[in-house]
């Protein structure tokens, strides 16, 4: 099955900096790569994905990129602020047989001081 | 937030007990997903279900089980809850077209205690 390794486990930095948390997959016939943001106490909430048909996608200060020869992923959160300190999760979508779902990594704990 | 929720939002359970815990998914979703999320680990894919029927299971023993209902709600059940079944769990909503599913949004989850 799939197996989603995440890197680094912790990341502190200064309120403005950026930061990069990143993913690598096992399975090649993965397509699908969703990142989710877990507060303390809260659902994971689903902040960007990617398709394995594109490369990089971009929503604001959230960026996300994908390298499928290499199979990995990566997360960019630019000009961080306190408000994103919490729990990052990457994922991959893993085909069963007649079914996908999603295999995590371990998470990220970010804390951005201001 | 998502329209998927769940009930309860904690229980407190002793081993060997039975539990249920219930998910309403997101209007114009067709497929839930359950997780077992221990504290400090991502998620753990526990089983799908789709059209009513379980259509995917992960490591999970038997004794973890689920059901569907019409209106695409669902049930995980637990029986002999041991320890290590202590954790949160949650549930996921998508919509799924043949074996293709689309984004999954999370209900809060049951945050499940046992002593």
């Known amino acids: 099955g799939e197996n989603v390794e995440q890197h680094p486990s912790t990341l502190s930095v200064q309120e403005g900096d950026s930061a990069v948390i990143k993913c690598t997959y096992s399975?090649?016939?993965?397509?699908?790569f969703p990142w989710y943001k877990q507060e303390l106490g809260k659902r994971p909430q689903l902040i960007i994905d990617?398709?394995?048909?594109?490369g990089e996608k971009k929503d604001q200060r959230i960026a996300v990129t994908l390298n499928k020869t290499a199979k990995h992923f990566s997360l960019h959160i630019t000009e961080t602020q306190p408000e994103d300190s919490a729990v990052y999760f990457c994922?991959?979508?893993?085909?069963?047989?007649?079914?996908?779902?999603?295999?995590f990594g371990k998470g990220t704990m970010l804390l951005v001081s201001p | 937030e998502t329209g998927v929720t769940q009930s309860p939002t904690h229980l407190i359970k002793t081993r060997g007990q039975q539990v249920t815990l219930r998910c309403s998914s997101q209007?114009?979703?067709?497929?839930v997903s359950w997780y077992q999320q221990a504290l400090g680990q991502g998620p753990q894919f526990i089983f799908q279900?789709?059209?009513?029927?379980?259509?995917g299971r992960g490591n999970f023993p038997p004794r973890f089980s689920g059901l569907q209902f019409p209106n695409y709600s669902s049930e995980l059940n637990v029986n002999a809850l041991e320890l290590d079944d202590s954790a949160l769990y949650l549930c996921?909503?998508?919509?799924?077209?043949?074996?293709?599913?689309?984004?999954?949004?999370f209900g809060p989850g049951t945050r499940l205690t046992v002593l």
């Open positions: 994922a991959a979508r893993a085909r069963g047989s007649g079914y996908s779902t999603l295999t």
């Open positions: 279900y789709y059209r009513e029927e379980e259509n």
């Open positions: 996921a909503s998508s919509f799924a077209s043949g074996a293709s599913t689309d984004t999954q949004y």
């Open positions: 399975d090649s016939a993965s397509n699908y």
């Open positions: 990617i398709r394995s048909n594109v």
């Open positions: 209007s114009g979703h067709n497929t």
